[in-house]
């Protein structure tokens, strides 16, 4: 089974990153606008409605801008740390609380069958 990386968007204007191993499929950060992931997303073939989840690498806004808008918009988890979460209060939204998912950055983890 191979796995795709797809960069969506790269640099300090945003980042995002489309990752896929067999059914598991995830965005690593959102840095851009919903709409501007939403249409980068489709323009690979992909549905955003069957992403697994987003995964945040930390918390500035080239890495978060899009983040609030996709889990509200497709009902994602989004995983990222307790020190992440905290940086990103107040500036991405109300998130679901079953959909604000806290890991350790000290262990391994996996999503589907991505680990991370």
């Known amino acids: 089974m191979s ?16 990752v896929k191993y067999g059914d598991t499929s995830l965005l690593i950060d959102c840095g851009k606008p919903g709409k501007k992931l939403t249409e980068a997303m489709q323009s690979i073939g992909v549905d955003p409605a069957s992403l697994t989840g987003i995964l945040i690498t930390h918390e500035h806004s ?8 996709m889990s509200r918009k497709y009902h994602l988890p989004i995983y990222a740390t307790a020190g992440t979460w ?7 939204g109300a998130i679901a609380p079953e959909n604000r998912v806290v ?7 996996y999503l589907g069958g991505i680990g991370v």
């Open 103 to 109: 890991f350790d950055k000290r262990s391994d983890f």
């Open 62 to 69: 080239d890495h978060i801008s899009g983040a609030g808008v």
């Open 86 to 92: 905290q940086g990103m209060d107040g500036k991405i």
């Open 3 to 18: 796995m795709i990386f797809c960069p969506l968007y790269s640099g300090s204007s945003g980042n995002a990153l489309y």
